[in-house]
């Protein structure tokens, strides 16, 4: 019996004990710390890194030290083109993590070579022509001493002397997400990584999905070009995720860790042992998937999106989209009704509901409670205002253009973080597994025809 539960959906509360242990940053620091003492070793120019004297071309590899992972050029199956990638080195079938130059591929024909160039760059080059770079700029005391390892954990870091966090390819990432690696995106500046999809199996270029975080609204994406096809749960506070898994290699858990620190959001995952391979890939279909590698072949153990509930905004504005009931699938909220009948009756949800009876705005109006939900898109999270339930609602209430309010505990009975949305609400799923209740504005003669009523306590 193979135990599985959704992961984007079960969610733990971190403690900050808990998290410590999941941090990257602290196997990473391990890591370096382990080559900044193997380095005074004479065998530091081992096969794992590359240096300014050397280089790689034709089927050369470079292979990190425990053996996991190889680095090399490959050419993908019916392909033409050579690519300068990252893949492990322990399993039978060709599955690479990383590609350097996935936007500029290499004719075959062309032998290509990876080298340290003198200004202390990584480059992938085509006969003279730099087709790659690292692309950082350096000091140039430094550069003599620059040398470039590919750890075990799939990372390859360039080093310049003493300054060992130059650049590192998973800050770079393609499609793939393994533990150790940081899914990141920063509130203030927006910046963030993401994964991109390959074109097809057999085509690293980058394909049209592409997965990151929305520091704003504290969710993950998934996009198909520019739009959103994908999104999760809005997790306004730290949460993990934890799923069990019983079958493969005397089971184990898979972590996904979505971490809320200052202006800094991101993804981190870890798994329960070293035993089993798993990785996230974002798959050319728009799917996110979490695989493992099971004697000969990769096992798909959970992917989304899948149902039709999961794809974003299928039913349109304020309307509820019911995994579980199949007809109908679309339903208005509570107070709303189809834009258009006739389309709605035909099953073409696109335009969703809209309000029965307008707001009044005042004391006229009313929040109804709908519980056990995906919060919907476009949150805006409150801040340093509301310091209980009764102050968030407020927030919402005081200004007639919001529509709606949640709210999570954080760490105690006292601090709250509280959200309010201003638009049409959209995206809205019932049944996830551990759902949120969200309080959403309705005229008050919608009283009564709801057994969810929630009286506003605004002015009491
Ligand atoms: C590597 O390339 C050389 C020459 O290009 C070739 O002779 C050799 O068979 C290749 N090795 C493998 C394992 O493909
Ligand atoms: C290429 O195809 C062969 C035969 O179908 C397969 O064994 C191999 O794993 C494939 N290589 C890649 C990179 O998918
Ligand atoms: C390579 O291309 C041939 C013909 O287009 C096709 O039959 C075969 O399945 C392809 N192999 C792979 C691994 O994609
Ligand atoms: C290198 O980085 C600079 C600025 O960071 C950017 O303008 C330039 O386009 C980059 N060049 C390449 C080849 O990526
Ligand atoms: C949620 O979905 C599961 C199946 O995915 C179903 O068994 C369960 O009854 C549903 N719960 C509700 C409240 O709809
Ligand atoms: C909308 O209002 C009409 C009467 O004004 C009522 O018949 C209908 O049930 C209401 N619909 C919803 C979804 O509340
Ligand atoms: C569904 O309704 C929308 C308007 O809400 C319309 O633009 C679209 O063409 C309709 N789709 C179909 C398949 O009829
Ligand atoms: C209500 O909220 C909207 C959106 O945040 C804002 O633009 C508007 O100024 C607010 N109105 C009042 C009266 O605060
Ligand atoms: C926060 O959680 C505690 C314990 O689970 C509960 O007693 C309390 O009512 C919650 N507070 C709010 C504002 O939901």
């Given amino acids: 019996m193979k135990k599985q539960f959704n992961i984007w959906q079960r969610e733990l509360r971190m ?6 242990t999941h941090e990257p940053s602290m196997q990473l620091l391990c890591c370096l710390l382990f080559i900044i003492l193997f380095s005074v070793l ?51 079938k060709p599955t690479i993590i990383w590609v350097a130059n996935r936007a500029s591929p290499i004719p075959k024909s062309s032998s290509p070579v990876f080298r340290l160039s003198e200004d202390g760059n990584l480059v992938v080059l085509s006969g003279k022509t730099v087709v790659w770079t690292s692309n950082v700029s350096a000091n140039s005391l430094t550069v003599h001493s620059a040398d470039a390892v590919l750890l075990d954990n799939g990372n390859l870091v360039l080093r ?23 899914i990141s995106s920063n509130i203030k500046t927006g910046q963030g990584t993401r994964l991109t999809s390959w074109v097809d199996d057999e085509d690293p270029r980058p394909g049209i999905f592409s997965i990151g975080i929305d520091p704003h609204g504290h969710q993950v994406y998934i996009w198909k070009g520019d739009k959103p096809y994908w999104r999760s749960n809005v ?72 149902y039709t509930c999961d794809f974003y905004g299928y039913c349109g504005p304020f309307t509820i989209c019911q995994k ?39 004391n006229g109006d009313t929040f109804l409670k709908f519980e056990g939900m995906k919060l919907p898109d476009h949150a805006v999270t409150v801040r340093n205002k509301a310091k209980s339930v009764g102050d968030c609602e407020f927030e919402c209430f005081k200004n007639c253009s919001c529509t709606a309010y949640a709210y999570e505990n954080v760490t105690d009975e006292v601090t709250i973080v509280c959200l309010n949305w201003f638009r049409e609400l959209v995206d809205i799923t019932r049944n996830v597994s551990i759902g949120h209740n969200i309080y959403v504005r309705v005229h008050n003669s919608e009283m009564g025809i709801s057994t969810f009523l929630y009286k506003c306590q605004c002015f009491t």
């Fill in 15 to 20: 403690e900050k004990q808990n998290l410590k």
């Fill in 42 to 92: 004479p065998f530091s120019t081992s096969e794992n890194s590359i240096t300014i004297t050397n280089s790689i071309t034709n089927n050369q590899t470079i292979i990190s030290a425990g053996g996991m992972f190889a680095l090399g050029f490959f050419t993908p199956n019916n392909s033409t083109n050579r690519y300068l990638g990252i893949w492990y080195n322990t399993i039978s």
């Fill in 160 to 182: 310049h002397g003493e300054n060992d966090g130059v650049w590192q390819s998973f800050d770079h990432p393609t499609d793939t997400f393994v533990s150790g690696m940081k």
């Fill in 235 to 306: 997790y306004a506070t730290t949460f993990s995720f934890a799923s069990g898994f019983i079958k493969y290699e005397q089971g184990f858990s898979a972590y996904i860790s979505f971490v809320v620190q200052e202006d800094d959001v991101y993804l981190v995952s870890s798994i329960s042992t070293n035993t089993v391979r798993t990785r996230f890939t974002l798959a050319p279909s728009g799917r996110i998937q979490l695989l493992v590698w099971v004697q000969t072949t990769w096992v798909v153990l959970w992917q989304t999106p899948l």
């Fill in 324 to 362: 579980s009931e199949s007809i109908p699938v679309c339903k208005c909220m509570t107070g709303f009704d189809p834009k258009s009948h006739n389309e709605w009756s035909v099953g073409n949800w696109t335009g969703g509901c809209v309000r029965n009876k307008t707001l009044s705005c005042d």
